[in-house]
């Protein structure tokens, strides 16, 4: 298993020591895994442990999915996890990007009934 492989495995399954261990042993924060995934596309989104040390060495919060355009910050406000949303917006991800379908983040939080998302969301101010 490659370094990539090992930490999108990692933070999939949540395990933020192993990330960081695996970031100190070389992997790519940024780098993708056998299927074109970086760890913070793939991590658990109930994890914001894992997704604040992704984060810390320079994730880019905004990567797109190549198929569907949706990034991290999107599927964390689908599957309604507040405090991941709240981690990715401190760290830059940008509320106004839109995914293949024109979709917000919020929108897709509406979609789910995930209201605590959407207030949150909603209380951003656009840019000017």
């Known amino acids: 298993m490659t370094l990539q492989d090992a930490l999108t495995t990692a933070a999939a399954n949540g395990q933020a020591a192993e990330v960081k261990n695996l970031l100190q042993a070389g992997a790519q924060v ?56 709240r981690l990715l917006v401190e760290k830059q991800a940008d509320p106004w990007a839109r995914d293949n379908a024109k979709c917000l983040a919020v929108d897709l939080a509406r979609n789910e009934g995930n209201t605590d998302v959407v207030a949150f969301l909603e209380s951003l101010k656009p840019p000017l």
């Open 30 to 85: 940024n780098g993708v895994n056998r299927f074109g995934r970086t760890a913070l596309q793939v991590m658990m989104m109930a994890s914001t442990p894992v997704a604040q040390v992704l984060l810390e060495h320079g994730a880019d919060p905004n990567v797109a999915d190549r198929s569907t355009g949706a990034t991290p910050l999107h599927d964390a406000a689908r599957t309604g996890f507040l405090d991941t949303v």
